[in-house]
């Protein structure tokens, strides 16, 4: 295994227990790629510095690092710029990735068909091409070349037209998947359709194998399922189709919402989206505010939604006693709290499960199938519908 050190920030815009979680992720990011965490540096800042990320001093003591252990990777919590990454390879002369660049691996990584590798191919490329001329000084110094001149402009141009005509060769080899998935989708049109999205690592694939008897990859990894997979369920004599996607996660890449466009599509066109949450994750409302923005760059947000806290067998909570004036954190609120703030927020649209106990997914099925006759009532309000 490839031994990491991981870099993040604290800023206004980013509180510190935030960053902290934020860099924990980049940890779960790393191991899932390939990485062991041996440490993890954040900087408190005003802003990021826009030459080498973290501050001049702080990128010194990184170096001094790197030359007493042996690390063989850097990873930075956020997207660097084409020429932050240039400096700070310089500076730190290893090898540098950041958090976009994690995920496309991991991305690439899981793909397992052709569609899904197509739009991380596109993505990836996406992502190098304004960072080319970077690569190339990494090659060159690899092939032990003196000095840090790197090809002349020409050589880079040619290697940018290739890497141009790569990604018009990809978008339109999606686009001919396009039209057939499109065709696909036409012919489901009369049916519900019914979307479990969420952050990754969550069990959307989990309630998805369990209520539709299907076998999707589900396990404790980050983005295990990329594909969508579809499945026709049936409530008390109603059917509908339900889909398991892709999970979200924070700073999602937004290469990869584009040419995740039309996996994404299924999202796009549901009646009814269920939004899984993981509630004993300490930040699950952060995660819930993530998931909202892309679905909000999907204009999905508007949809009727169910929210599905799952996990609460893994839910724990610090008792306060009677005596204690100190302010209440998240971690004092007991599952009783977040039941009753939820339902209210949500109108009742909300339900408490543990994907691994039938009781409490009876609950889940009977919202679920409300839901549904709402949206077939509103979509065919002619039609007499038997309860
Ligand atoms: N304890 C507990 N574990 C659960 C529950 N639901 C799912 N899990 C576990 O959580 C992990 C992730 O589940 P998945 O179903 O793969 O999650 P996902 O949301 O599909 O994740 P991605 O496809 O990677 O985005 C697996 O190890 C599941 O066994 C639950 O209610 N309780
Ligand atoms: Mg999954």
């Known amino acids: 295994m ?48 826009s030459k080498s ?42 090898k540098i990735l950041d958090r976009t660049n994690l995920i496309l691996d991991i991305f690439a990584f899981r793909a397992s068909t052709a569609y899904s590798r197509t739009q991380v191919e596109l993505a990836q490329y996406q992502y190098l091409l304004p960072r080319l001329t970077n690569l190339w000084t990494h090659l060159s110094k690899q092939k032990g070349g003196i000095g840090m001149k790197g090809p002349g402009e020409k050589e880079i141009e040619t290697d940018r037209r290739v890497i141009r005509k790569k990604i018009s060769l990809l978008k339109s080899q999606l686009k001919k998947i396009d039209i057939q998935m499109e065709t696909q989708r036409k012919k489901r049109k009369d049916m519900i359709r019914v979307s479990l999205v969420g952050y990754t690592n969550v069990g959307k694939s989990t309630l998805m194998n369990i209520i539709s008897k299907s076998k999707v990859l589900a396990e404790n990894k980050l983005f295990a399922t ?27 890449p937004t290469q990869l919402v584009e040419s995740f466009k039309s996996t994404l599509d299924e999202v796009r066109e549901s009646d009814i989206l269920i939004h899984v949450v993981d509630i004993s994750n300490p930040n699950f409302e952060e995660h819930m505010k993530s998931v909202n923005k892309t679905l909000k760059e999907l204009s ?36 009783a709290y977040w039941e009753k703030t939820w339902m209210k927020k949500t109108n009742n649209n909300s339900v408490f499960i543990s994907a691994l106990n039938k009781k409490t997914l009876n609950k889940f099925k009977d919202l679920l199938y409300k839901k549904v006759c709402e949206a077939q009532s509103i979509r065919y309000p002619y039609k007499k519908i038997t309860y």
């Open 53 to 94: 990320f973290i501050g001049k001093g702080k990128i010194n003591e990184v170096k001094d690092f790197l030359e007493s252990e042996k690390i063989d990777v850097v990873i930075f919590d956020d997207e660097l710029s084409p020429s932050q990454l240039r400096n700070i390879e310089r500076i730190l002369n290893c």
């Open 226 to 252: 990329l594909d969508t997979k579809m499945k026709k369920v049936v409530i008390n004599n109603t059917p509908f189709l339900l889909s398991d996607t892709v999970g979200f996660i924070r700073k999602l």
């Open 300 to 335: 999905a947000l508007e949809k009727p939604q169910i929210i599905v806290f799952n996990k609460i067998d893994l839910f724990s909570y610090t008792k306060k006693e009677s005596d204690d004036l100190s302010e209440w954190g998240f971690e004092n609120y007991d599952l």
């Open 2 to 49: 490839e031994k990491a050190l991981l870099i993040g920030i604290i800023t206004q815009n980013q509180p510190e227990n935030i960053a902290i979680e934020s860099i924990n992720e980049l940890e779960f990011l790393a191991l899932t790629a390939g990485a062991e965490t041996k440490k993890k540096v954040l900087q408190k800042m005003l802003k990021k510095n």
